[in-house]
């Protein structure tokens, strides 16, 4: 058993509010364990200049944290590079990856990632809740009129693993991924395609056998997370997937 009494194999608590912020097309706030994140999704008249008269849409991630969402106080202006940067690409990356831009026509949807508290597994989180953010800004533009067909193809959604004092574990804390020998986080659809793994051997390098193992535990993870986002979601006629 871990710190917190979870079995090598089990995600923390996942709670999803939807609508947490008034004015954004959608909104959510998502808690992972003691990580929260507030996911907003906002819909733009306009595409980047590289997309201009293509007739495709493009949707892009930014990501911060609050200077005390973390133990020590850290300053905004060390967010803005980095790690912060990275992740937000990532976001992007994921999100991209289940939705036909071309049916997204020319217009831009821009997520934001806030982490108002961190214990582990900020990234994975934001993804994990910014789908949801992304369905609710994708209704909106269907009631709209500024979509007639639904561009989104898949769930997605993510989670970290790792290895730990030489125990494989799923859904990492904070004081777990300072421990790790290992720490990986993946990114996979709802049909059970891998978008991304990110992986890296920290203090030892690991196995085929290890990395085999990792990607199991994810697997069950995100498994357990899609039909977390398909309850929040709920019955739509326009979302059959």
């Known amino acids: 058993m871990r710190k917190d009494g979870r079995a090598p194999d089990e995600i923390r608590p996942v709670k999803i509010t939807r609508n947490f912020i008034k004015y954004p097309e959608g909104s959510v706030l998502i808690e992972v364990g003691d990580t929260r994140v507030i996911c907003t999704a906002t819909v733009e008249d306009r595409v980047p200049p590289f997309l201009k008269d ?3 849409g493009w949707i892009t991630a930014e990501y911060s944290m609050l200077p005390r969402s973390t133990a020590e106080r850290t ?3 060390e967010q803005s ?4 940067y990275e992740i937000q690409r990532l976001i992007g990356r994921s999100l991209r990856a289940v939705v ?3 049916s997204l ?3 831009t949807i821009v997520i934001d990632c806030d982490v108002i508290q961190a214990d582990g597994g900020t990234r994975t989180a934001s993804i994990t809740g910014s789908f949801v953010a992304l369905v609710d800004a994708i209704e909106w533009m269907m009631e709209q009129s500024l979509l007639r067909i639904s561009p989104i193809r898949d769930f997605v959604a993510a989670i970290s693993v790792g290895i730990v004092e030489g125990i494989p574990m799923l ?9 790790a020998d290992v720490d ?4 996979m659809t709802g049909g059970g395609r891998f978008v991304e793994i990110q992986g890296t051997a920290e203090r030892m390098p690991f196995g085929e056998d290890e990395m085999r193992e990792m990607l199991g535990l994810a697997r069950k993870g995100i498994e ?3 039909r977390i986002q398909r309850e929040v979601i709920g019955e739509r006629p326009w979302l059959k997937l």
Do not use: A, K, W
Not at 184 to 187: A, F, I, K, S
């Open 184 to 187: 990986m986080n993946v990114v």
């Open 54 to 56: 293509t007739g495709q």
């Open 224 to 226: 357990e997370l899609v």
């Open 171 to 179: 859904d990492l804390s904070y004081e777990e991924d300072f421990s």
């Open 75 to 77: 300053r905004r202006e």
């Open 105 to 107: 026509g020319e217009m």
């Open 100 to 102: 036909d831009l071309s």
């Open 81 to 84: 590079r980095g790690r912060s």
